[in-house]
Structure formats: structure tokens, C-alpha cells
């Protein structure tokens, strides 16, 4: 959806969450001639840090989209905030149970509504101590067989300055400095009209991650270390992950 379409709830959000970023944040924006300025696309970000939703929704807002991103259902039940929840066209999802599943078609309905979908490969703030991205899961890979839209890599360096997951502070301080990179979409055409197997769905993905690794490479500097490692589940839930 383009932002010439916006609804009441969706100006609203924008007006309350934009100047706070525009003030908390000194933003370079790299790369936005990669954004579709229209039509379904999957847009994978790295995810370093809590308010990389923050960062990665300005970004994509100022590159003429609305983003859509999965929630935990349990915030889209919290009184009028679930309703504008809702009508900021956002996507509630039931993790680790059957419902789960859901999601993905309810994704692949909103990229066939021309949607700009935002999903975190990783699943949950990456592990490695220096931020850099593990390897992920395999649903925007899924979601790209699925439905042939192109997958657009992001890379975010400076949310982790706003809140750094490794000492648990909020930085409040003004004008953050914050880059956000896109690339051109990942080349996943050796893969399409192939079935979702387990090894296709993991190649694909690790293609994903290379990229969106390699570009953070391109604003951090430096030579990347190879993808960490995923943690295991049961990791994941005594460390509250899974954003």
C-alpha cells in the first residue's frame, strides 16, 4: 500500500510516532530506490535490537510504504491499543501453537493486496555478541515461493544505541545517529517453481541472511563473520525472544 492510501488510524500513527523519531534519531537513509513504490514485497531486516521496529517502519514510511508487521496476538487483545493495531493494518500471530501457521496466509493475503510486509528472518534478536545476524528461519522464504514477490534485503546499524539488548538501557538522549540500508532485491530465481523443501527453504534463506549480513558489512565496515548460529528454542523462550 502506498502512503497516498492511508486510513484515519494509520495518519494517526504517524503523527504521534514520527516526530519522535525525527527528534530521538539523526537518520541516514541509504538505498531507498530499492523500496517498490508499489506492489507486494518482502522487506527482511536484521534485528539487533527492540526498537529496530521503530527504525526499520520510519524508514520504510519515508520511502513511500506502509509497513505491515507480524505481533504477538496478545498485544492486538490489549484494549483501543489492539483496535489501532488492527487498523494500522498490522498482522496478529498465535506463536507456538497451530495457529501459527495462519500468519502465513494471512501474509501472503497482504502481499496480494500490494502490501510492503516486513519479517524478521531471525525470528529474535540476533545472539552474537557483536550484533552481527545468525542464521534464520525459513519463513520469508516460504512466503517467497509462496507468492513470487520480491524480497528486498535491510540492514540497520544504531537502534542498539537506542536500546542495546546486551546491558538492557534505553538510551533517551536526542539525535541518535541511525543508517538504514536497502539492497537490490535477493536473486532467488534458481529457487522459484521448485517445491518448499526443508534443504530449498534453508538455501534460500542463508542467501537472505548473506545479503542483509553483507550490507550491514557496508555501513559497519569491516570484514563479516560468518551467520552465528540460531539459538535453541527453548533459549529463545527463557530469554523472552521470538520478536
Known sequence: MARRGLGFWQWFAVVVVKPVMTVWTRRTWLGMEHIPRSGGVIIVPNHLSYADPLCSAHYVYDAGRWPRYLGKASVFRVPVV?????????????????????????LVAALGEGGAVI?????????????????GKTGAARLALATGAPVVPLAMWGPEKIFDPRRGR??????????????????????????????TLEEMTDEIMLRIRD???????????????????????????GA
Do not use: F, K
Not at 119 to 131: F, Q
Not at 170 to 185: F, Q, S
Open 170 to 199: 534505553v538510551n533517551l538522549r536526542p539525535r541518535i545517529p541511525v543508517t538504514v540500508a536497502a539492497g537490490p532485491p535477493v536473486d532467488l530465481s534458481r529457487w522459484m517453481n521448485t517445491p518448499p523443501t526443508r534443504a
Open 119 to 135: 519479517v524478521y528472518p531471525e525470528g529474535t534478536l540476533t545472539r552474537d555478541p557483536d550484533l552481527w545476524p545468525m542464521r
Open 82 to 106: 489492539g483496535r489501532i493495531l488492527h487498523r494500522c493494518l498490522q498482522i496478529p500471530v498465535e506463536r507456538g501453537t497451530v495457529e501459527a501457521a495462519r500468519s502465513l496466509d494471512a
Open 215 to 241: 550490507l550491514l558489512a557496508g555501513i559497519r565496515g569491516g570484514t563479516p563473520p560468518p551467520l552465528a548460529a540460531r539459538p535453541s528454542r527453548d533459549d529463545v523462550e527463557r530469554s523472552g525472544g
